[in-house]
């Protein structure tokens, strides 16, 4: 290999793998939109959700996750354990039924059948009709679905 190759197809060869410490390559020094810790509760016809998951989807695209908790509450992760969400104007879908996590379909004995907990629209951001405004500071937020 001529030698003015060796070192374009070696940075290639790092970027592939990770290895390179650098923006575009896959390294560590990725640049995220800010983010601020958000916690809440969600409860469905006034009665607290006692599993699921909730997500926040950003205007411009991040999804921050969470599992709910036995007594409704939630904490979110977007890039990185519990960063929270990024600032800004979201959509929230929430996902909740009577399957335990690590029951998988045909293949789990005692697999029956889910039964959603919440209507169907919940399931999709663009159908819950439920949003949500994250801000520095932001104070518990409570997702109240009917």
């Known amino acids: 290999m001529k030698a003015k190759w060796r070192r374009p197809v070696a940075f290639a060869i790092a970027c592939s793998l990770g290895l390179a410490a650098g923006p575009g390559c896959g390294g560590t020094d990725v640049e995220h939109p800010e983010t601020t810790p958000v916690t809440g509760t969600v409860s ?3 009665k ?12 411009g695209g991040h ?9 409704g ?19 929230v879908r929430v996902v909740a039924n009577n399957q335990p996590v690590d029951v998988m379909p045909g293949s789990s004995p005692g ?3 889910t039964k959603d907990l919440v209507p169907k629209k919940y399931s999709d951001a663009a159908t819950s009709g439920v949003e949500a405004t994250v801000a520095k500071g932001q ?3 409570e997702i109240n679905l009917k």
């Not at 999804?63 to 007594?71: H, L, P, R, V």
């Not at 509450?73 to 959509?91: I, K, M, N, Q």
């Open 111 to 113: 697999y029956k059948p």
């Open 44 to 46: 469905y016809k006034g």
């Open 73 to 91: 509450t939630f904490g979110l992760s977007t890039f990185g354990e519990g960063d929270g969400a990024v600032l800004g104007h979201h959509r």
């Open 139 to 141: 104070t518990p937020i």
């Open 48 to 59: 607290p959700l006692d599993s699921g998951t909730i997500s926040f989807v950003s205007d």
């Open 63 to 71: 999804t921050a996750s969470g599992a709910i908790k036995s007594d």
